[in-house]
């Protein structure tokens, strides 16, 4: 009976280091390819509307990173301190204006003309390119560039737009690279558009 | 002094002297206001200044007003999943012996229906209205859209 026990235990143990083994010595879980696709699906050709009304299309970006940020005209706050930060990284960045290109998408094209974007683009000492569109046209790039944006009443009838703050970084090759956050601090910044213009 | 600020002055000290007097009335002092420049045809801004409560009474700020700007209004853009948002706020709290900065990405004061851009070198005259302080007046310099405030 005590001889039948300890080879119970015994076998309990046994299973116990292979169960261990099997654990520890499982493969690490293939990288899922959908991270990595759906990064690359980030971005791609488009064409909107320039500053002087006449399209702008992205190849003419080509073999230059860009930072694109969405926005709208009529945001006092968030937009222009974004933008002034690009502006200030950039200079920060000591490779010159065109070093990478600062690309400023409006989420409100019901608002803003194309003359507008360029006035406000035009405010920051530097060179941005405003751009906009018809609702279809920045409906879709907004999609490309998975970018939320949503109109909120105001008092007053006027409207507010929600959107996405965060300015997206790409390569040469118009590849997504990075995100800036809004909160992140301006040294990890600057490192990443170091790494993209290098 | 200009003739305007000069009475502007007069009024506020005029003011102050017909005020009950209220040992217990909060001191706030307002410092560095500034607003950020416009485009042309842009008729929202935004403007920012610390408030600083040296009293031991907690205050209030419930409203501002500004001759440029058909509105004034106090604003918080808060971020949440990387989304920005902007509400109004009804009062922003200012505490007992607690500085509180208005600032870009935070609680600030949208000014809406500019009639003219504002341009650097300008200044926006703010009335701020505290529950207890009651009325302030202060003059924001208008700085460069590139600026990150007067710090910089």
């Not at chain 1, 959107?163 to 090759?173: I, S």
């Not at chain 1, 910044?189 to 993209?196: P, Q, V």
């Not at chain 2, 971020?79 to 600030?108: D, F, K, N, Q, Y």
Request: aromatic share 6%; charged share 20%.
């Amino acid at each position: 009976m005590r001889r039948a026990r300890l080879i119970l235990w015994i076998a309990v143990g046994i299973a116990a280091v292979i169960a261990a083994a099997l654990f520890f010595a499982r493969p690490a879980p293939a990288p899922t390819s959908t991270a990595d696709s759906s990064f690359a699906d980030i971005g791609g050709p488009f064409t909107l509307t320039g500053s002087d009304g006449t399209p702008f299309a992205s190849p003419r970006l080509a073999g230059r990173p860009f930072a694109i940020f969405f926005g709208f005209t009529h945001c006092p706050d968030v937009c222009p301190t974004t933008l002034a930060r690009l502006a200030r990284l950039r200079k920060a960045l000591a490779k010159g204006d065109k070093a990478f290109a600062i690309l400023f998408v409006s989420v409100d094209p019901e608002r803003d003309s194309p003359a507008e974007m360029g006035r406000y683009s035009g405010l920051f000492g530097t060179p941005v390119i405003g751009l906009t569109g018809s609702p279809a046209a920045i409906a879709a790039v907004k999609k490309q560039f998975g970018i939320f944006s949503k109109k909120v009443p105001q008092p007053g009838g006027d409207y507010s737009v929600d959107h996405t703050a965060t300015v997206l970084l790409f390569d040469r090759a118009g590849q997504f690279s990075a995100t800036i956050a809004t909160d992140e601090g301006d040294g990890p910044a600057l490192d990443k558009l170091k790494l993209l213009t290098s | 002094m200009s003739k305007a600020s000069c009475l502007t002055t007069v009024a506020v000290v005029l003011l102050a002297a017909c005020r009950p007097a209220v040992p217990t009335a909060p001191s706030i002092e307002l410092r560095d206001a500034w607003a950020r420049e416009t485009a042309p045809g842009q008729t929202s801004g935004a403007a920012y200044l610390t408030i600083v409560n040296t009293g031991r009474e907690d205050d209030r700020l419930i409203g501002v007003t500004a001759p440029k700007a058909t509105g004034a209004m106090l604003h918080s853009a808060s971020e949440r999943g990387g989304v920005a948002s902007m509400r109004m706020a009804s009062e922003v709290a200012i505490p007992a012996e607690t500085t509180v900065t208005l600032a870009p990405l935070g609680t600030h004061i949208m000014l809406t229906g500019l009639a003219a851009p504002l341009k650097p070198g300008e200044r926006v005259a703010l009335t701020l209205r505290f529950a207890r302080a009651g009325p302030r007046l202060i003059e924001a310099a208008v700085l460069p859209a590139g600026s990150n405030g007067p710090a910089d």
